[in-house]
């Protein structure tokens, strides 16, 4: 099955509104040739910034993200973000259970999933992320901390709302840290998830859920972890913070 590639740049707690909006101006140029039926280009923003990136990117091949979502429409809920603030401005995709979600903030795969339901329900894209921890690879435990939170983030999805989510592997030992999984150890974890999203959904949808790596892909790995058969893209931190190194990612990852 051929899957389009989704590449998606994760800004974290990076970019005031005047720097995101020049940054994107930049980017938009330099992958304006990327065709828009052979990759979906993301980018995520902080909250104070989406608006000047949403209005910058207007008439272009970038697709508009946010990095959260509250479960709640509205409420008591201080420094939240509710769906409808997020569709006001245009955005399409939102990241979802990140692993510094989960490290500082509390995340839960509980919580993971009361907002994956809000996202769906507002008509988002969700990305839904996975991944273990370092002294969780070393002692063998991956599969198991992967199950568990394919199992409780996507607990109670439809098949028909299961086509409609993206997952991002992070193996959290290999963000910031230079450290890269090799194309093959990437694609053998991707395939994990994959056999487990057919488990759970049935192979005509899990075969069909983009799977994006995070696990610190720049341009000169790109394409080689694109190339395997379950990596459909990344989700880029550091490299998406420069319009030239994330311009060179999407078009190594796409090329033939």
Known sequence: MSRKVIIAGNWKMNKTAAEGKALVEELKKLVADVPVAKADIVVCPPFTTIAAVAEAIKGSNIRLGAQNIHWAANGAFTGEIAADMLKELGVEYVIIGHS??????????????????????????????????????????????????????????????MGKVVVAYEPVWAIGTGKTATPELAEETHNYIRQTLNDMFGKEIGEGVRIQYGGSMKADNAKELVAQRNIDGGLIGGAALKADSFSALVHNAIAE
């Open 100 to 161: 510094e979600r989960r490290q500082y903030f509390g995340e839960t795969d509980a919580t993971v999933n009361q907002r994956v339901k809000a996202a769906l329900a507002a008509g988002f894209t969700p990305i839904v992320c996975v991944g273990e921890m370092l002294e969780e690879r070393e002692g063998g435990r991956t599969e198991k901390v992967l199950f568990t939170q394919l199992e409780g983030g996507l607990a109670g999805l439809t098949k028909e709302d």
